[in-house]
């Protein structure tokens, strides 16, 4: 592992133009990485417990924002408008 890092630091000593490739694709890798983990743990519909939970959508108040991103939404206001199970 360590031969593979230096390899990567000689190559980058060598051709500095490389390391902003380096570093938008590790960005980007890590912000990816990150959503995922955010949707595995905050999204409705993953259910990790199945014993005490089954079903965790059905427990969401209507006015929880779960979504990351909504365009003129405003949680606050929304009224239950589904039957209870």
Known sequence: ???ILGLVAKQLKSHPALIPLF????GGATMSMMYLGRL???NPDVSWDRKNNPEPWNNMQP???YKLFTVNMDYS???KDRPDY
């Open 1 to 3: 592992m360590s031969s």
């Open 23 to 26: 570093v938008f694709i590790g």
């Open 40 to 42: 595995a743990l905050k």
């Open 63 to 65: 006015d929880q924002q």
């Open 77 to 79: 206001k929304l009224k």
